[in-house]
């Protein structure tokens, strides 16, 4: 847990305030909390998705929700609801892929300060999305109390390399090689095919984490259903997606979708060339250096967002500064604004595989799932969308699987959706260009965990049926 701090009072707020406003007011914190929710297994994966939800004089709802690394990070990444019906919020809810279970206030406080707490000691500073989220907590002072918690494993910062494991990895690396030092912590590549260190986990935690579900035999995997109970799976994420595998995506492979054409095109690793003038391409090299710094400020995002409107107007058929303005419109809590831009650039730049990913992101929000298709022409592969193109740029092949894939999560067709993210995962750990596919942690987080709620009614109908359970087990070992 974080050093307390006195509590200390704050002036009036203005009376009329954008969502971001109202947030960084304080006023958030008056308003009672309706309910907290976690997902089940945290403890035991390390990653805790915490919603906390307060409700306004109206009933509307305003929710927090963290993405909170207990074994090292911390506070990984965040975002916000601002005063949605409540409706809306329990359908939102009701609907995410997420097994989800109710917690108390304090005990979602003390997980999200205590990790960060944690984190910090390591040098490791919460997402800067943190510091707006923050708002829709109580301050972290005595008035909470305070619940212990553990936090890394056997006393240890343990970073955990997944395919979610998102852009800051080298800044986690770096931060524990100077405040724990070498020996002191661990860093364990869950996709490295030659990861078989058994001493990563204790005898005690052996018996409760299972690994390596391919190497099991018929008595193993007996063993397995007839001891875990499907709400449980989701503890093991590893025997939940080799179950996935093999129960589903390898009997499909046969009808598999059009993406598996990948194959017929190259890859391109390699910086784009533009026909950037010299000034043009400086300007694009400071301001994308702007953006990439670590935790800008509001000032800084407010001088960015008028310094990127004006090269908007200087160089108008410039891509990157327009993309560029979304994300600090984003960054701003000015979503409308962004979403402007977003139409805008869309109607711009149509062929634009950045442009369509962000216009579908747009219609999602919007709650205009079937409206997607047409942005891709009907067209669920690049060798039917582009078919005279055999050349593409990993950026590109990384937009149009997300843009899929939140497509396809939004539609409830979890295999589609974990099968574009197979792409880019095995792109990211075995193509050339080893470690250098852009991934979204949030995203691999929600749709893995949607993939192992879906053996869930598979695990439950081998507890049930001893036929189905050994027709389960010979899918499982063959």
Request: hydrophobic share 35%; charged share 35%.
């Amino acid at each position: 847990m974080s050093k307390k701090k006195k509590k200390s009072g704050g002036g009036a707020a203005p009376a009329k305030l954008s969502d971001k406003g109202y947030l960084s007011s304080g006023r958030a914190r008056n308003l009672p909390v309706y309910k907290c929710l976690i997902n089940e297994g945290w403890e035991e994966q390390g990653m805790a998705q915490v919603y906390v939800l307060r409700q306004h004089a109206n009933s509307n709802i305003t929710v927090g929700i963290y993405l909170v690394d207990t074994f090292c990070a911390g506070m990984k990444d965040s975002f916000y609801l601002f005063n949605e019906p409540l409706h809306q919020v329990e359908e939102r809810i009701a609907s995410h892929p997420l097994p989800l279970e109710e917690i108390s206030y304090e005990l979602a406080h003390n997980i999200i300060y205590g990790a960060i707490a944690f984190a910090q000691e390591y040098g490791i500073e919460p997402d800067a999305s943190f510091s707006l989220t923050q708002m829709i907590l109580e301050e972290d002072t005595e008035d909470v109390e305070l619940i212990e918690l553990e936090f890394g494993r056997n006393g240890k910062p343990v970073l955990m390399l997944n395919p979610d494991s998102g852009p800051r990895v080298d800044y986690f690396k770096r931060q524990l090689e100077k405040y724990a030092g070498p020996g002191n912590y661990e860093v364990i590549d869950m996709m490295d095919d030659e990861f078989e260190d058994e001493d990563q986990f204790d005898d005690e935690d052996e018996d409760d984490y299972f690994q390596y579900p391919e190497d099991w035999d018929e008595e193993e995997w007996e063993d397995f259903i007839e001891e875990t109970e499907p709400e449980a799976l989701i503890k093991y994420p590893d025997v939940g997606l080799y179950m996935f595998e093999k129960v589903v995506s390898e009997p499909a492979r046969a009808e598999e979708l059009p993406q598996s054409e990948t194959v017929a095109f190259d890859i391109n690793f390699d910086p784009l060339p533009t026909d950037y003038s010299e000034e043009e391409a400086e300007e694009v090299k400071e301001v994308t250096e702007l953006i990439n710094r670590y935790k800008p400020s509001d000032d800084e995002l407010e001088d960015l967002k008028d310094r990127l409107k004006a090269t908007i107007e200087q160089w108008p058929e410039n891509f990157v500064f327009k993309e560029k303005l979304v994300y600090v419109y984003r960054a701003l809590e000015e979503d409308a604004a962004a979403d402007k831009v977003i139409v805008e650039l869309y109607n711009q730049f149509p062929d634009a595989i950045k442009a369509k990913r962000l216009y579908t992101e747009y219609l999602l929000d919007e709650g205009r799932i079937d409206d997607v298709p047409a942005v891709f022409d009907n067209k669920f592969s690049f060798v039917r969308l582009f078919p005279e193109r055999k050349t593409f740029h990993i950026s590109e092949i990384a937009d149009f699987n997300y843009a899929m894939a939140e497509y396809f999560l939004a539609k409830k067709d979890v295999r589609a959706a974990n099968t574009y993210l197979d792409i880019l995962e095995e792109l990211d750990s075995n193509g050339p260009n080893k470690g250098s596919v852009p991934l979204s942690s949030m995203l691999f987080f929600t749709v893995k965990a949607a993939v192992i709620q879906e053996m869930e009614p598979v695990l439950r109908e081998a507890k049930q049926d001893e036929v189905k359970k050994l027709q389960l087990i010979a899918k499982l070992v063959k």
